[in-house]
């Protein structure tokens, strides 16, 4: 069993700033792959960002320049600070990791429940 836990998510202003946190717990060997995915109300869920365990990232072209992904493999954790927050950004937020665990050292997709963005005008 593997639990993903996001938090720091709010409302906030457009322009302002906000940072995720998605915390891994169970019986984890190792974390390969980690991202942030949003969904709006009558959208798909989109990729925001990923970050791989050699610490490679890709963004979403909405996102580029505004929002950046990190990760501390030591705590298990990806974070996800965004900057100049637009009101298109709102979003229920949800962390994706794929993580290898014991006995057998199986790697699978995880998702967490997410964390609610909301950005005024």
């Known amino acids: 069993q593997v639990q993903l836990v996001e938090s720091g998510g709010g409302l906030v202003q457009a322009g302002g700033s906000l940072r995720l946190s998605c915390a891994a717990s169970?019986?984890?060997?190792?974390?390969?792959?980690m991202g942030w995915y949003r969904q709006a109300p009558g959208k798909q869920r989109e990729l925001v960002a990923t970050i791989t365990s050699g610490g490679s990232t890709n963004y979403a072209d909405s996102v580029k320049g505004r929002f950046t992904i990190s990760r501390d493999n030591a705590k298990n954790t990806v974070y996800l600070q965004m900057n100049s927050l637009k009101p298109e950004d709102t979003a229920v937020y949800s962390c994706n990791a794929e993580a290898i665990t014991r006995p057998a050292l199986r790697r699978q997709a995880y998702w967490g429940q997410g964390t609610q963005v909301t950005v005024s005008s």
């Open positions: 169970g019986s984890i060997v190792g974390i390969g792959y």
